[in-house]
């Protein structure tokens, strides 16, 4: 029973990372119908930010919201520079448009930075356990949930309270009818690319926080688990993305501490079997959040 | 108030409207009838900035408002109410009604919410009820709330009794009337012509994209061959 | 019309054989001049050029986006490792290998078989997976499936160390990696085959369904095409290529490793496919062209030390070069250089214009063939909250021509969409001559004697006049053997489409493109063209038009029809009888003038003055 805990516990720790991960590519599905595979270099940049701080001798306290601002950056920049062109272009278009956007950006990475893995410092504390009951409770998992939670309410409060996060769910409701209100375009597509990029970089702080690795590659892992997650809640549904990653962290974990020792490497590709499978038979996600019906 | 001269829309291959001209002056209410596919939608869609004309122009109080962006109209003060209504069925009715007034400043946006709910009193008791819940009626009556809720200087509605049943359409038409002694500027598009004409100042009728017919309203109800001309029916080939 | 389909077959065959003498004789010239390095590239080339085609004869032909082929790649590749290094060398590399496969001894030909049969057995998993799921042209569950095979398969590589002796080292076939592949002749013969397979695929039945499948999914059901076996057809015969190309690749290099079949071999050969044309072979080709030399280029270039530009010309220029390739080809040109062009389009064109347009043939007489009823009853139809139809039914004879009018809203285009089955009624029943169609899917539907067109038209865009009635003649030749079925020519010519018979759908205008709608219709041999608004959009002497059009291609097919308008000359003009909708009921039924003279229609199209 506490083992079981223990693992819920872990599991929300890894499921909160990929909620975030996952609702920042819901935004964008829902207002450009994009999967952005790109959101990866995003965990990237933020990675080698992260690396090149540290060489100058800052530590996390101050990295941590510079990823942030880092991150909302860029995906501003890759919104301007590759995907402001394709906007309503059919499916097979943008999907490999977002293909080619993630390709190019890494090979920036390779060519400008290099193309082995630098290693930074990770925060002493994270390795802490606390020992509460019987339990032992990685103070990192603790602490991602904390973050996670502070900023899903954020977003939430964003969303549902400000004039922005209600623009930004009617046009991704209905992007015409959206206009008709008044609402432009340019802005709400550009407000939903900050708003990935807020998530990403809060995302980007604690996957780099274990990682600790710097590479062109940093953002690949990221990027899959925040597609699979927002797929397993039916793409476009942005509770569901936050569900679909928690369930995402929750099935990992299970997984790993089921799994005979030598298989254990063998995680992300059974996640993924499981994921197509259930593709192949419940195309619409797992977690269909009931759509109040249209009259 | 609104200009519209010489419109050509084109809609993929087709010609959906064809050098279409007509006037609505402040305060009037001019209706649109016509049977289904003569173009009536597809006319209001490009007044509204959601399709580009091809050919023509669309004044408005004087400004030239042509091929303008659909959030660029609403600020110049032409709002639409879309066919089959279009509200945003997961927000509350009350969100919906703000994102109308998403334009103006909040102070004026929260008195336009308190206007609105006093003209539909119905939505004041499902201010918090997700929109999708609302039946057809509700549902009319909040898409023209919204549309009021921008201030427009001119009020667009596309078939406002579509898929409603009688009564109900007793209650648009009722609203209609009742905006219609308010002062307010309407063009609306209708496919229940005879009730339309009831409540209108002045009605255009429109057959494969072309206006065949206008004049005052009460005029072209009482006309015997409305129905003929209406549908086109050209004496006796059977 | 049958020196035609020989010009189909031969012309393509031609094409395909000039296409691999230009790459041979291009190579063999590149490689004799240069150095041991310049025909390694060509050998990959021309092997590159193998895996591209079997990409293309999936993606091109069926529109479906598989970002995962070259996972079909890694196990092809791993399966011709495993059986044809030595056993020698397999008992040093891999002597746990399970099922005993370290001590397996097969020559290069049957260990290339063996690979490709297996592949082709995972590809048939995978292709009921996808149909399952409901794979379209674009759709996600695709991209995540075929991503899913790419990811499991190179984590399976991976971590398998028994069998594949992992990532690290991976299998090779001698101690030095060398090239064991001795001369290009497999090389060559491989290609030919595979040029041969995609180009011919196009014109095959299965090529041309899965085509017209890709342009319009619901429009190709209606007619009578299953997407699924197409695009299954496709899957395997794209699978042999890709297996037969990723064997050589291993034969050629000498060895494998998980990582030679994983994403950044993705990115090449899908940049390639792009750049060229996914539509088109002579394309396909050409853009594994453009993309070698171009990555030759940039990694020379990058290797080059000029004065202030080593900034530019560094390590990852060739990447920089692919990715921006992909992404701006998707921006700038996503049809590709080429689009759907191919070599023996050129001679096709000028053959044909030499064709005289065909003699119609003598309308079939209405008591030649027995009398169909088509009966429609208690269709009961509820969205959400909201009733569509209600009670709703209609009756139509082989022969008769029914119209079915009501105000918008009515029900009219639901209760077409209820018999042809895209749309499930609450109760009610379709019969047709007896036979109930109620719950049976589109293409079951439509092959059992009814066409549709659609209000907002369905046709395949990029598909020819010809090609749009022709590709659904073919499933009529199948399927609808007993029922006159007047050539592709000559429904052409009765639609007044005989002049543009070569020009694409998306380029007709509106009247002909309606014209085309209804020819389409014709071509499915039905017992009843169900039309929705065939007039919409049309000027009063279009219209006009349009009635002899409908009554002479009915005639000419033997066919009743059930026809939904508003233009209520269109509908005296052609209508026996005619079914009024309002609000999900049918309020009368009778001829035109019946109609016309009742109050109750009167009053539902123009409401009361209450």
Redesign the interface.
Known sequence: MIELIQQIIDGLGRGGIYALLALGIAVIFGVMHLINFAHGELITVSAYTSYWLFASGLNWWFIAPTVIVVAVLTAVIIEFVAFRWVRGAPDFTMLMTSFGVHFLVQALFVMYVSANFRQFPRPGWIFDTWRIGGLSLEVFDLAVIAATLVTLLGTYWLLQRTMFGVSLRAAAEDFDTARLMGIRSNRVIRGAFVLSGVLAGVAAVFWLMRSGQAGPTAGLNPMLKGVLAALIGGLGSLSGAVLGGITLGLVEVLLISRLPGGTAGLTDGIVFLLIALLFVFRPQGLITVRRVERV | MLDIESLVTRYGTITAVRDVGLTVRAGEVVCLIGPNGAGKTTLLATVAGLLRPSAGRVTLDDADVTGWAPDRMLRAGLALVPEHRRIFSDFTVRENLLVGGITQPASRRHELLDEMVSLFPILKERLSAPAGYLSGGEAQQLAIGRALMSDPAVLLMDEPSLGLAPVLVDQVFDLIGRLREGGRTLFVVEQNAKRMLAVADRAYVMRSGEIVADGPAAQLAASEDLFETYLGQSGGTA | MQADRVRHAVAPVLGSGLLFLFLVAGSLLYAATGDAAANSLVTQMLINAVVVLGIQIYIGNT?V?S?GHIGFGAIAGYAFAICAISPERKLRQIPNAPFGLAEVDFTPLQSGLIAVTLTVIVAFLIGL?LS???AR?????A???T???L??V???A??WIDLTRGGKTGLSFSPLGNATLQGKLPIYLILLGAIGLARLFKETRAGRLAQAAREDDLAARVMGIDPAVQQMIALLLSVVVVSAGSALRVFELGSINPRLFF?DYT?LT?TML?VGGRNSVVGALTGVLIITVGSELTRNLSEVDIQGMNWLL????T??F???A??GF??LR?AGLLGDWELDHWSLRRLRRTEPPPVPPPSTDGDQTPTTVLKVTNVTVHF???QALADAGLEAASGEIVGLIG???AGKTTLLNVITGLVESDNGQTALGGVILTGVSPHVIARSGLARTFQ?FRLFSALSVRENIGVVRLVAKHFRRDRPLPPVGALMAQAGLWEQRDRRASE???GN?RRLELARAAAAGPEFLLLD?PT?????SESRAMIDQVRSMAKLIGAGVVVID????FI??ICDRVYVLDQGRVIAVG???EI?ANPAV?TA??????
């Open positions: 529109g986006l970002f997976a399952r799921s409901g042209s674009g759709a996600v569950a991209v995540v499936i991503l899913a095979l990811f499991v190179h984590e399976v991976r971590n994403f990115l899908l792009i560094r390590d990852g220029l990447d920089i692919l990715g921006g992909m992404l998707m921006i996503p959400g909250g909201y105000p918008n809203g907002n007709l205008d509106y493109a608004e919409s959009g049309m000027s009063d508003h233009d209520l000359n005296t003009g001829t035109p003038a016309a009167q199209y123009l409401g009361t003055a209450e």
